[in-house]
């Protein structure tokens, strides 16, 4: 099992990143994918998460309407499109996988069973 992130980059106040979260040796039908981000001393929280099969979305209130999670089928990739970016968006990104989320528990980093590698995503004011 394998989740790789990538995308991640700096850039300025206002500008768009989108990063891509490649997926292999999962079963992806009966997943959620989740991007999580952990800032310098602060506790990893989540962002947004989509259930593969289906395609419901979740976001957190902070990146609601300027972030945007999708899946790609044909590539096996679950890809966070991330607008408007703040400084405080300053973060290292991780995705992960979780046995079919509901809303109520999309946001319970306990049930992220698979983690990639984290990406530096960088928003400089």
């Known amino acids: 099992v394998q989740l790789q992130a990538s995308g991640g980059g700096l850039v300025q106040a206002g500008d768009s990143l989108r990063l891509s979260c490649a997926t292999s040796g999962l079963t992806l039908r009966d997943l959620s994918l989740g991007w999580w981000r952990q800032a310098p001393g602060k506790e990893r929280e989540f962002v947004a998460g989509?259930?593969?099969?289906?395609?419901?979305?979740y976001y957190s209130d902070s990146v609601k309407g300027r972030f945007t999670i999708a899946r790609d089928r044909a590539k096996i990739t679950v890809d966070l499109q991330m607008n408007t970016l703040k400084p405080e968006d300053t973060a290292v990104y991780y995705c992960?996988?979780?046995?079919?989320?509901?809303?109520?528990?999309?946001?319970?980093?306990?049930?992220?069973?698979?983690w990639g590698q984290g990406t530096q995503v960088t928003v400089s004011s």
């Open positions: 989509i259930r593969w099969s289906g395609g419901n979305t």
């Open positions: 992960a996988a979780a046995f079919r989320l509901i809303a109520s528990t999309v946001t319970d980093r306990s049930r992220y069973v698979y």
